[in-house]
């Protein structure tokens, strides 16, 4: 399966973005995916990922409250949608892609779309 994320830009704080993972190649509904982000100097990180039917999210717990995953197995599209941005979500966003288990550990993913930055002033 190859993805494709898309919808970073710049954001001020406090503002929404909603990010886009799109699939080819393969079923995305056999894929459980995630999103990564990774600012600079520092590890990627876990946001959250989403199952394969769409009943269970889970999410870093900073992101909670502001961050929704969601999937619409029609157009094998998985969704971030970022609200109340901070500064600190500043990074490059990442989806992945895996036929196990939704897990927050990035090398249990197979597959990655190329990323999106978002970038939020103050």
């Known amino acids: 399966v190859q993805l494709q994320a898309s919808g970073g830009g710049l954001v001020q704080a406090g503002g929404s973005l909603r990010l886009s993972c799109t699939a080819s190649?393969?079923?995305?509904?056999?894929?459980?995916v995630s999103w990564f982000r990774q600012a600079p100097g520092k590890e990627r990180r876990f946001v959250g990922g989403i199952s394969r039917s769409g009943g269970r999210t889970e999410y870093l717990n900073s992101v909670k409250g502001r961050f929704t995953i969601s999937r619409d197995k029609t157009t094998d599209t998985v969704w971030l949608q970022m609200n109340s941005l901070k500064p600190e979500d500043t990074a490059v966003y990442f989806c992945?892609?895996?036929?196990?288990?939704?897990?927050?550990?990035?090398?249990?993913?197979?597959?990655w779309g190329q990323g999106t930055l978002v970038t939020v002033s103050s």
């Open positions: 190649g393969d079923r995305f509904s056999k894929y459980v």
């Open positions: 992945a892609a895996s036929t196990e288990f939704l897990t927050p550990t990035s090398n249990d993913y197979d597959y």
